[in-house]
């Protein structure tokens, strides 16, 4: 093996742990991805660097482009998470691969269901804080005076939460939030 290909295996390999370090620490286990703590943040923006870094110097490397992918999926950005993973696959011209199809499927899924409730994960977030002290179990008093003070479209938000189901302030903070 020559010592460019040893170095890029040995690169790879280091890559991969501390992919499966950060996907540890986050907490994240299901495709509903809730936010992770704020030290997983700080390391996913850095591994993210780095593998840019290493993508600026390779930018074929189907390996480095799927970790991106799955690195932007742990930072909830799904569009970025998308883009790579459509990437990788151009590159590795395997479209037919059933489950990267199936990853693309459900990172499009998971990009619609943040697109619909019309709130980052990170307002979602604040929004649970908030409701853990003020909720009504009868409507969306404090949802509303929240996205309110927010600047949010309180009306349209609560509208397409009431499309889902969810009629309360309770019913948000018992199924649309992970407190």
């Not at 991805?33 to 660097?49: Q, Y």
């Not at 110097?57 to 799955?70: G, H, N, T």
């Not at 970025?80 to 696959?89: G, P, Q, S």
């Not at 990009?111 to 409507?139: A, N, R, T």
Request: proline share 2%; hydrophobic share 40%.
């Amino acid at each position: 093996m020559s010592k460019s290909i040893a170095s890029k295996t040995t690169k790879f390999g280091g890559f991969r742990k501390k992919l499966i370090a950060i996907v540890s620490t986050s907490g994240q286990r299901t495709y509903q991805r809730r936010l992770p703590g704020k030290k997983t943040l700080r390391d996913v923006r850095e591994f993210i660097d780095e593998l840019e870094n290493y993508r600026n110097k390779f930018p074929r490397c189907a390996d480095v482009i799927l970790m991106l992918s799955q690195a932007e999926e742990i930072r909830l950005d799904y569009e970025k998470a998308i883009t790579h993973l459509n990437a990788f696959l151009e590159i590795t011209g395997n479209r037919s691969n059933k489950k990267m199809v199936k990853k693309l499927a459900m990172l499009q899924e998971s990009k619609k269901f943040w697109d619909q409730i019309q709130l980052s994960p990170w307002e979602l977030d604040l929004l649970g804080k908030y409701l853990e002290k003020h909720w009504d179990s009868d409507g969306f008093t404090a949802s509303k005076e929240w996205l309110l003070s927010c600047n949010k479209p309180a009306e349209n938000i609560i509208a397409h939460w009431e499309s889902m189901g969810l009629h309360s302030d309770f019913m948000i903070l018992q199924y649309l939030v992970d407190v």
